[in-house]
């Protein structure tokens, strides 16, 4: 079942450029596993904005909010979540 | 995998009583199929409102989808559906 | 450039069920054009909603407006676009 | 009489892992009597979200309010509350 | 236990004048038998507005929707219920 | 002339209890004080909420602000005033 | 006391020119009435919109709504109300 | 000085396609007359839109709101207008 | 030109009382010049809320903005503007 | 392409006033050096705010973001994009 979500991300002011860059490594690291394993299937940005809209495959909700949580940047992180149907014009 | 749908109906005006009253009835019975199939789990009424919130367990959101657009008054009512996860508390 | 277009269609009461359904052949006709032409990438139905979540790619937003409003829904349709821009973890 | 109560919580960032994992425990204890008494019936979380949405049942919303602020949580949390009506269809 | 009300009317512009004042003195009656039960406490007029905010009084959500469903004008009536808990600066 | 008065309190994190405690007793004081005069004629609570709903009676806005503003906690308080008028059902 | 009223007003598309250009005249008989009497103070229009601004001042806020719905539009207007109280610094 | 003038356009669905036509070429003809008076300075389309946004040059807003109100389609249109300054970079 | 301008202050709970009294007093004279110079035509207070409703005169939005940016408390000022037409009831 | 952008700057109450003066050359001379590329075309400035409006030309909305990223004052602007289509009456 796959999922949209929006993000935007919030790093405290008094957070270190250190501590952020390690972050954006290691958050781009667990991404990888996610699309390796097939739950995060693609990634956009919002121009502009400090976050974007995720596309995402899970078995359910809570496999999405495991994954979700996973993230190294999930404290940081506002996400809204749209369960997606498939539209009668992509059923075979 | 459960979902929260919020429902409000609004049938236009030029709906005649009788009408109003066949739905009201063919709408109870196919809600009652699906009960039956442990598809809708529990209705409540909001109060002084024409409609509610109802819980939903479908495979997915094109299964829930189905399901809400299956009953006769879906062409009159305006759903706001949210995909629920297990709560860590539930869990055994 | 990719566009997410979320729609919502409307049409009135007084419209006919034959109407109707000359009017969702049409659409569907006019959308595996614009599938074809690689304009219009993919639809997902929001659950319990009478429209959706379209992907888009399209040279720029006069472009899109132009793939919009040539489907034959476009009259009875809300539409809300958000540019998307490519995400750093997307890049080759 | 049943009440929708959703809720999301936000630990200031200057709050310790150990504070939070001391809080998180208490918490469950608290919402643990709360069930056995019969005033929390079910929690729900919303996937990506630190919150989710609860089913209560009390007395009234005296009562309702008396049970939210006796969790450990209650002053990091913001609570929305809908009392909820029985719906024809569930009435025997 | 007790309930805030706002409630906003909107009859049809086809509705005639006779008709708008036969639901005006029906209505006042049976918010007089609602008073008169101890169910409708008090009302106030929003200024400039077609509706107002009232102070109701019953067991539960289940018994106040039954009133506000029993007066002649619900079904061109918006409400918006919110549940009442007592103040500690009320208690004896 | 009537106000209702919704009003949302948020004390900073860093605020001692003893300092909420202080707060919380010159609050009620005044609170009674401002009852005696009536002016301030009930309180409810919202269940969940720091915060509620308060029925007041002042000559006008001017002297309904004096008031507000002379509650210790008035630094700490969002509140939106209504203006009440008298419907017409309450008239003798 | 002095309110703020903002305005909005929505002739149905089935009003003729003639009712238009009736009413229009007789809302500003009124409305001059209502200056007349002190009780409509000032009014002005929001550009680009069917309705705008006013500054009244009346004993209390049903005296107010009374003004507002004895002008000939009130029907077709939906009006906003706040009450205004004296800024410190118009305080002789 | 500037205005920014967001607009939508929304004709009721009884207008034949004729009206629609000739509404819209003489509010094109009454378009080109403001641009050329130099108070039209450029439109834009919102892509998806039944409308779009203007940028308006005018000596004040009552200015503004007349030429608003001189476009045929202007019963049909909401605006919404927001009074620019001019930035800091932009000054010589 | 008039401008509507709704004006909210949130000074940091850090700020000493003695500076909260100094910017209090300079805001103040600020004030008082630009009524003087004819740019600030009166304030009013909303009740229950730190901040208000002022009506301005400038030539433009420009001046506009200098006029509130030369206010002591502007760096802890939310301001709303709307820009007013004359309202044709108020023209000679 | 062209985009209209909404932005919102707010630095925090810790910076110094050598900061700020710091981030606003800089920030007017990245500024400067897009203008110079014709990406961003013209900023207006909202009364009353910190922020304002731009219009921006860029191929996509992956350049548009690479540039709104490029300046100084990023991390405390909250910008929101709108994609621009031409307008009928604007094409040759």
Known sequence: MEFLVRFETSQ???MSVDERERLRVIERE???ELRAAGILIKLWRLPGKRGGIGLWEAPDATALHDALASLPMFPWTENTVEALATHPQEKK
């Open 12 to 14: 405290p002011a008094t």
């Open 30 to 32: 667990r991404a990888m």
